[in-house]
């Protein structure tokens, strides 16, 4: 049988498992796709062969998508992003010494608190981050929290780009004393000593929009049914990516050498939720630390596209620009994507603090499978009446829910915007540096 041949673009990184394992494990072969999987060490040069028409799709970070479509560093040229590969599964790590001074213990620490001892040692030396590209979620997510804590990006602490598999030679070398990267670097850091996990960025944005399959807009529409096939066998993969039984035949599909390089056992404790934080201490479990596979994870969510245009502008000092926005949302292609998606995004709004939402992603019908909020079919009438039905109740609930810790926390914005599955809005508001109210 003659295959549709797909040259997919990669980092070495654990989120890039969903086409490895469709390739490896045949699902792509299943749906008539033929799978190629081309290595690089660094998103630009991802960026540059896919451009360039040296590969047919890549693995992505999603704000660099957008950042092509909308011409940032480069000439403009239009995209696609028809399936999301994964969300979250980055973290923010330490070097040794800055744990220390931060006093961070053996586990994951809370986001306000260890900021506070951050900007307390920030205030005395001048502290710089890597993160792997100046447009990534990395990036925005780590200036998101930083700003939330009363640290002035670019002011009290200087943020620069590292590649992903040298974020933990750049700590030993003392080159920077924190990355925000994905896994495995993270745990390596940890167990060669150098690191220590601050946080998660789940707990900035709990089902953050991480990397995505991007295609250039025009070999998407060309190749639609081919497209179709291939996003059927990432769904595949991701299925068997979160089988208990299967984790540790994915882990060493993704340890080898063509693949991410790295050590067996990091990669299976980032499959698997588990994180070393300290060097020599035992895994924590921290739930849903990567989410590769339902409540909507693989959806191209404009909302999601929103919120990180609107990071963008925020801190490249950019106007806003409606036409910017239609083109940073119109990224997000899910016409190319299977039939049963949600037909629309739900939205609600609640007057909490984003990271502290921790209702938004698990409460009351969330954690549904295909059941009845989405509706058998999708688009079918009693469906959408029980989700106005279902709406209606949620708005009126949060109308009561009360501020956590019995008020606004200092240099948070309220009125805070989120969707039902814990995705960012449209319009989304924006944390307050001090002096900014």
């Given at each position: 049988?003659?295959?549709?041949?797909?040259?997919?673009?990669?980092?070495?990184?654990?989120?890039?498992?969903l086409?490895?394992?469709?390739?490896e494990?045949?699902?792509?072969?299943?749906?008539?796709?033929?799978?190629?999987m081309?290595?690089?060490?660094?998103?630009?040069?991802?960026?540059?062969?896919?451009?360039?028409?040296?590969?047919?799709?890549?693995?992505?970070?999603a704000?660099?998508?957008?950042?092509?479509?909308?011409?940032r560093?480069?000439?403009?040229?239009?995209?696609?992003?028809?399936?999301?590969?994964?969300?979250?599964?980055?973290?923010i790590?330490?070097?040794?010494?800055?744990?220390?001074?931060?006093?961070?213990?053996?586990?994951?620490?809370?986001?306000?608190?260890?900021?506070?001892?951050?900007?307390?040692?920030?205030?005395?030396?001048?502290?710089?981050?890597?993160?792997?590209?100046r447009?990534?979620?990395h990036?925005?997510?780590?200036?998101?929290?930083?700003?939330?804590?009363?640290?002035?990006?670019?002011?009290?602490?200087?943020?620069?780009?590292?590649?992903?598999?040298?974020?933990?030679?750049?700590?030993?070398?003392?080159?920077?004393?924190?990355?925000?990267?994905?896994?495995p670097?993270?745990?390596?850091?940890?167990?060669?000593?150098?690191?220590?996990?601050a946080?998660?960025?789940?707990?900035?944005?709990?089902?953050?929009?991480?990397?995505?399959?991007?295609?250039?807009?025009?070999?998407?529409?060309?190749?639609?049914?081919?497209?179709?096939?291939?996003?059927?066998?990432?769904?595949?993969?991701?299925?068997?990516?979160?089988?208990?039984?299967?984790?540790e035949?994915?882990?060493?599909?993704?340890?080898?050498?063509?693949?991410?390089?790295?050590?067996?056992?990091?990669?299976?404790?980032?499959?698997?939720?588990?994180?070393?934080?300290?060097?020599?201490?035992?895994?924590?479990?921290?739930?849903?630390?990567?989410?590769?596979?339902?409540?909507?994870a693989?959806?191209?969510?404009?909302?999601?596209?929103g919120?990180?245009?609107?990071?963008?502008?925020?801190?490249?000092?950019l106007?806003?620009?409606?036409?910017?926005?239609?083109?940073?949302?119109?990224?997000?292609?899910?016409?190319?994507?299977?039939?049963?998606?949600?037909?629309?995004?739900?939205?609600?709004?609640?007057?909490?603090?984003?990271?502290?939402?921790?209702?938004?992603s698990?409460?009351?019908?969330?954690?549904?499978?295909?059941?009845?909020?989405?509706?058998?079919?999708?688009?079918?009438?009693?469906?959408?009446?029980?989700?106005?039905?279902?709406?209606?109740?949620?708005?009126?609930?949060?109308r009561?829910l009360?501020?956590?810790?019995?008020?606004?926390?200092?240099?948070?914005?309220?009125?805070?915007?989120?969707?039902?599955?814990?995705?960012?809005?449209?319009?989304?508001?924006?944390?307050?540096?001090?002096?900014?109210?």
């Amino acid at each position: 049988m003659s295959l549709d041949r797909f040259r997919i673009g990669f980092v070495p990184l654990v989120d890039a498992a969903l086409p490895i394992l469709a390739h490896e494990l045949g699902f792509a072969e299943e749906q008539g796709v033929g799978v190629e999987m081309v290595r690089d060490v660094t998103w630009a040069a991802v960026r540059d062969r896919l451009l360039y028409g040296h590969t047919d799709a890549a693995h992505m970070v999603a704000p660099l998508a957008i950042a092509t479509a909308l011409g940032r560093d480069r000439p403009a040229v239009p995209m696609a992003v028809p399936f999301v590969l994964g969300l979250n599964g980055n973290a923010i790590t330490f070097s040794t010494a800055l744990g220390e001074a931060c006093g961070l213990g053996e586990g994951l620490g809370d986001p306000i608190a260890v900021g506070a001892a951050l900007r307390a040692v920030a205030a005395r030396q001048r502290l710089r981050f890597g993160v792997v590209h100046r447009h990534s979620s990395h990036n925005y997510m780590l200036r998101y929290w930083l700003a939330g804590v009363g640290i002035r990006p670019d002011t009290d602490v200087d943020i620069v780009v590292t590649s992903p598999p040298f974020a933990a030679d750049a700590l030993a070398a003392g080159e920077v004393d924190g990355i925000c990267v994905g896994e495995p670097w993270n745990s390596i850091a940890v167990d060669r000593g150098v690191g220590r996990i601050a946080l998660a960025t789940a707990q900035i944005w709990r089902r953050g929009v991480e990397k995505v399959l991007a295609m250039r807009a025009d070999q998407a529409e060309e190749r639609r049914d081919a497209v179709l096939r291939l996003i059927r066998a990432l769904h595949a993969a991701a299925a068997h990516f979160i089988d208990p039984e299967t984790v540790e035949q994915s882990a060493e599909i993704l340890s080898r050498p063509h693949y991410l390089d790295a050590p067996m056992g990091a990669i299976l404790r980032a499959i698997t939720d588990r994180i070393r934080v300290v060097p020599g201490g035992e895994p924590v479990h921290y739930p849903d630390f990567m989410f590769q596979y339902r409540e909507a994870a693989n959806f191209p969510w404009r909302s999601q596209a929103g919120w990180l245009h609107a990071q963008m502008v925020r801190w490249e000092g950019l106007p806003f620009s409606n036409a910017d926005a239609a083109t940073a949302q119109g990224c997000s292609a899910p016409t190319c994507t299977a039939p049963r998606w949600p037909d629309r995004e739900r939205r609600c709004r609640a007057r909490v603090p984003s990271w502290k939402a921790r209702w938004s992603s698990r409460s009351g019908r969330d954690r549904r499978k295909g059941g009845w909020c989405w509706g058998a079919t999708g688009s079918s009438t009693g469906g959408r009446s029980i989700r106005m039905i279902f709406r209606g109740i949620w708005r009126h609930f949060l109308r009561f829910l009360p501020q956590r810790g019995g008020g606004r926390p200092s240099g948070l914005t309220e009125g805070v915007t989120l969707s039902i599955a814990g995705h960012p809005p449209t319009r989304c508001a924006r944390h307050l540096l001090p002096g900014e109210e």
